[in-house]
């Protein structure tokens, strides 16, 4: 059985979608977009050498246009600070005394929390807004 050149490409193609699957890789599904570009190039008539250019310009092309967008975004705050990784970001809670190096033990979701202060100045006992989270010890800052 002999299989056409656009038959290879979609071929080409999924099987860069399937390893896509398999690994996550998103610019994998880029050079996929390649590899269908060039099948239509091949089902238009067009030579082998016009195929690998077309799949390379297209592939390529994408892969790098995806790149440019993922740079240009605004990326998430660290996972210590981000509210949509830690949802204890933004809670408050009562600190009564505040050790000489900045740290205090606190009440906090039914147990005693580590504190680390984590605002401008001294630290002072009241409310406080947890702001980041380190391992089992809160950042907080003075409620404003």
């Known amino acids: ?14 099987g860069l979608v399937a390893a896509e699957l398999a690994t996550g890789t998103f610019y994998l599904l880029m050079l996929a977009l390649g590899a269908a570009a060039a099948a239509l190039a091949a089902h238009a008539g067009l030579s082998g050498t016009a195929q690998l250019v077309v799949a390379a310009l297209g592939g390529g092309g ?6 440019f967008k993922r740079a240009k975004a605004p990326r998430s705050a660290p996972p210590a600070t981000n509210r949509d990784v830690n949802l ?6 009562r600190v009564e005394a505040w050790n000489a190096d900045g740290t205090a033990r606190a009440p906090y979701r039914g147990a005693m929390w580590s504190v680390r202060h984590a605002g401008a100045g001294a630290p002072a006992p ?12 809160l950042g907080v800052a003075p409620r404003a």
């Open 126 to 137: 009241g409310e406080h807004v947890i702001v980041s989270v380190n391992g089992n010890e």
């Open 1 to 14: 059985m002999d299989l056409s050149a656009s038959t290879w490409w979609w071929l080409i193609a999924g």
């Open 62 to 67: 994408a892969t790098a246009l995806w790149h």
């Open 88 to 93: 204890d970001i933004g809670q408050s809670l």
